[in-house]
């Protein structure tokens, strides 16, 4: 018996493939959003996400006829925390309905945030508020862009296929002992 040659890595990676990697991206979220940090135009001024709540919905990579292809769809909640100019520290909650390919790749449409202000209003926690609604925002978009690169980067070599026979660990067909 004879082991057959390996398919060009053209024609094994022309078929759909699947990888699930949902509680990766809820942890990569968790890791990479808390690193964000927004300095005001006032020194004392400074807000940051302190901790991702929740993150709901699906992401996979697939492969289709030699492609890798990220497919993800989430609500991402997040709180964040600041410090207001007189000192005062300021909390709340920001809600992002949907992170997704057809947004961050695709461009087909726009992020949507809804903030929520845990902290009294007065008007240095206003002025960190609007601070957090004005430059949040783009710090978040470039981690979201940075999602799709990671995904394929960390989990792409899990679905394509190399022209390369890999035997490593798999007995050879020969004799039984």
């Known amino acids: 018996m004879s082991i057959p040659p ?3 890595s053209s024609t094994a990676n022309w078929h759909w493939k699947n990888k699930n990697i949902t509680r990766w991206s809820t942890e990569w ?3 990479e959003l808390t690193t964000i940090t927004i300095n005001g135009d006032d020194e004392n001024e400074v807000v ?3 901790k991702v709540t929740e993150v709901d919905g699906d992401v ?11 497919i993800y769809d989430c ?8 410090t207001a100019s007189d000192g005062t520290e300021v909390n709340g909650t920001l809600t992002i309905p949907e992170v997704s ?3 961050t790749l695709d461009n087909l449409s726009d992020y949507a945030y809804s903030w929520s202000l845990s902290t009294a209003s007065s ?5 960190l508020f609007s601070l957090a609604k004005s430059r949040l925002p783009a710090a978040l978009e470039a981690k979201f862009a940075a999602f799709p690169v990671a995904i394929i980067d960390i989990h792409g070599k899990d679905l394509t296929v190399s022209g390369q026979p890999s035997r490593v660990g798999t007995p050879a067909p020969g004799t039984s002992t």
């Open 29 to 31: 979220f968790e890791r």
């Open 60 to 70: 996979e990579l697939g492969q289709r006829k030699s492609k890798l292809i990220t």
């Open 75 to 82: 609500k991402v909640v997040l709180q964040w925390a600041g």
């Open 6 to 8: 390996p398919l060009p």
């Open 48 to 50: 940051s996400v302190s």
């Open 123 to 127: 008007p240095a926690v206003d002025k």
């Open 101 to 103: 390919h057809e947004i």
